[in-house]
């Protein structure tokens, strides 16, 4: 009996109260989201201008859950978007400004430690100066495929751009650079 009082409790009174409790978090959840999505766009002017129309759109989207499921929307084509809002502001990823403002600072982490490797690398190695694991770098690695610094060459990866290169080891202090290279060449 008292498993039939708890079960019942559960389906009739706690469970339509979750439901309800999620439903009313919904839309609060999404206007985070969509306004989160828009300050990684990574142009000022683009993310005020998308955060007011995104908004916006939410508030026409019927229903609670379709809010949310919009907004998931938005941040799944962020990366898209970001691509699309760089090659229109004419900021080639053939430049430093490029790079930076299309990029998150862990890609630009994992860039000047491929940096230290050179123009062609392996990335084993890169997980080894960044004393990771291969498949912690992927995200960072795939980010800079898309972007085109990064191309699948032989079995690593190579910098498209050499002076993208250039100017991420150049960011690296001279005593780093060194212990780093010495650091690798004695782990392999």
Same mark, same amino acid.
């Given at each position: ?106 890609? $630009?982490?994992?860039?000047?430690? +491929? =940096? #230290?490797?050179?123009?062609?690398? %392996?990335?084993?190695?890169? *997980? /080894? ?30 910098? $498209?751009?050499?002076?993208?290169? +250039? =100017? #991420?080891?150049?960011?690296?202090? %001279?005593?780093?650079?060194? *212990? /780093? ?8």
């Amino acid at each position: 009996m008292n498993g039939d009082v708890l079960l019942f409790l559960a389906t009739a009174v706690v469970l339509p109260l979750l439901v309800t409790e999620f439903g009313d978090w919904c839309p609060w959840l999404a206007a985070r989201l969509v306004r989160w999505a828009a300050r990684h766009l990574g142009d000022p002017a683009s993310c005020e201008r998308y955060q007011e129309e995104w908004i916006a759109n939410l508030n026409e989207v019927p229903g609670k859950l379709a809010r949310l499921a919009a907004a998931f929307g938005y941040l799944a084509n962020l990366p898209r978007m970001r691509l699309s809002i760089r090659h229109r502001s004419g900021t080639p990823m053939t430049t430093w400004a490029g790079l930076t403002a299309a990029t998150t600072a862990p890609v $630009r982490e994992v860039l000047r430690a +491929a =940096a #230290l490797l050179g123009v062609e690398f %392996a990335v084993p190695d890169l *997980a /080894t100066v960044l004393n990771r694991r291969v498949a912690d770098l992927l995200p960072a690695i795939n980010e800079a495929r898309a972007i085109g610094v990064l191309a699948e060459s032989g079995n690593g990866l190579v910098f $498209r751009h050499p002076p993208i290169r +250039a =100017a #991420l080891y150049d960011e690296i202090p %001279a005593p780093v650079r060194t *212990a /780093t290279r010495w650091g690798t060449i004695l782990t392999r």
